[in-house]
């Protein structure tokens, strides 16, 4: 099973609440669990070069069902995998992309925030993993 619609919505919606709560417009993906992109949201005064950016951290937290900033040790000086950030056409380790799990603890997608700090786009992005997660109850 996918990420629904209704996830999707819901993500992009807890995801818009919480970056107005901290005044910081957002770029917001949703990423079903084949790395496609299922809503894509761009805040009115978000950075046009943080799309990109959040639509990588979803697709690479879907493709690899890890937190973004998890995948940083792969590949930081000294890492076991110098490199592994550009496969895949690009990949993103730092934090602001988050898997989303059905009730099993299945992969159904991944949502990417970009547009503040990095501890920012992660806030948003654990709103909008939560909000797709609770869909599911």
């Known amino acids: ?16 609440k919480t970056a107005d709560a901290i005044g910081v417009p957002m770029n917001i993906a949703v990423y079903d669990d084949g790395a496609n992109m299922k809503a ?7 950075f046009l070069g943080s799309a990109d950016i959040a639509m990588n951290k979803a697709r690479t937290a879907a493709l690899f069902g890890f937190n973004t900033e998890a995948l940083y040790d792969f590949v930081k000086p000294g890492g076991t995998s110098p490199g592994f950030d550009r496969t895949n056409g690009g990949l993103i380790v730092f934090a602001g992309g988050i898997p989303v799990h059905d009730a099993d603890g299945r992969l159904i997608g991944a949502v990417g925030v970009s547009g503040g700090a990095v501890a920012q786009d992660f806030e948003v992005a654990q709103a909008a993993a939560a909000a797709a997660e609770v869909q599911l109850l």
């Open 40 to 46: 894509f949201v761009r805040m009115d005064g978000a």
């Open 1 to 16: 099973m996918s990420i629904t619609q209704a996830q999707a919505d819901a993500a992009i919606a807890a995801a818009r």
